[in-house]
């Protein structure tokens, strides 16, 4: 089992710049890859950004390319979302989610139904 804990969330205004940290505990041995999704009201959630856990690939949706980056610490267990030149259209719920599965060098980490386990989130709100 891993648990995971997001924090770094908050109000900010347009064109500022926010980092999500997400802290994985437990069998955190077994990852193999991290990711970053996210739910505005009403919206289905939608991927944001993975990294793997073991290797260097990193993916990132296009609407956020250019302004959001992924990071990983491996010693802490955890996952960063720098976010750069926020939008108002970036409002919304952001998780990190864990993926136990072997894939190899594709859009995989794109989709929910490759993770295990998931965060509760930690909202982001950008004002305009």
């Known amino acids: 089992q891993v648990q995971l804990v997001e924090s770094g969330g908050g109000l900010v205004q347009a064109g500022g710049s926010l980092r999500l940290s997400c802290v994985a505990s437990g069998r955190t041995f077994s990852i193999s890859a991290m990711g970053w999704f996210r739910q505005a009201p009403g919206k289905e959630r939608e991927f944001v950004a993975a990294i793997t856990w073991s290797g260097t690939s990193t993916y990132t949706a296009d609407s956020v390319k250019g302004r959001f980056t992924i990071s990983r610490d491996n010693a802490k267990n955890t996952v960063y979302l720098q976010m750069n030149s926020l939008k108002p259209e970036d409002t919304a719920v952001y998780s990190c989610?864990?993926?136990?599965?072997?894939?190899?060098?594709?859009?995989?980490?794109?989709?929910?139904?490759?993770?295990?386990?998931w965060g509760q989130g930690t909202q982001v709100t950008v004002s305009s």
């Open positions: 989610a864990v993926s136990k599965g072997r894939y190899g060098p594709s859009n995989a980490y794109s989709y929910l139904g490759n993770y295990d386990y």
